[in-house]
């Protein structure tokens, strides 16, 4: 078993960062991708970005490309998501989550979730 716990989120204005933390507990973490997915109010949970167990790989969803960076500190059991540059489209309910090894883009391939931490961008 992995257990998530996610923090960092909160009301900030247009143009504002943030830097999301979702720290694991339990088995080995350093075995699993994680993904960071968002869901806004009446939409689908989506992807936005995740890296594989090494840190070697990384993906991005187009609408947070060149905002948005993810790392992972193995030895923290942590992974991080910076997000820059955040706008009103960004608001959203941020879950991590952890799958074995390699980086895969549905969320029903994640096998442990975090709660989940608000994200609120206003105008």
């Known amino acids: 078993q992995v257990q998530l716990v996610e923090s960092g989120g909160g009301l900030v204005q247009a143009g504002a960062s943030l830097r999301l933390s979702c720290a694991a507990s339990?088995?080995?973490?350093?075995?699993?991708?994680v993904g960071w997915f968002r869901q806004a109010p009446g939409k689908e949970r989506e992807l936005v970005a995740a890296?594989?167990?090494?840190?070697?790989?990384?993906y991005y969803a187009d609408s947070v490309k060149g905002r948005f960076t993810i790392s992972r500190v193995n030895a923290r059991n942590t992974v991080y998501l910076q997000m820059n540059s955040l706008n009103v489209e960004d608001t959203a309910v941020y879950y991590c989550?952890?799958?074995?090894?390699?980086?895969?883009?549905?969320?029903?391939?994640?096998?442990?979730w975090g709660q989940g931490t608000q994200v609120t961008v206003s105008s």
């Open positions: 989550a952890a799958r074995p090894t390699a980086i895969k883009m549905a969320p029903g391939a994640y096998d442990y």
């Open positions: 339990g088995r080995t973490f350093s075995g699993y991708a």
């Open positions: 890296i594989n167990w090494s840190g070697g790989s990384t």
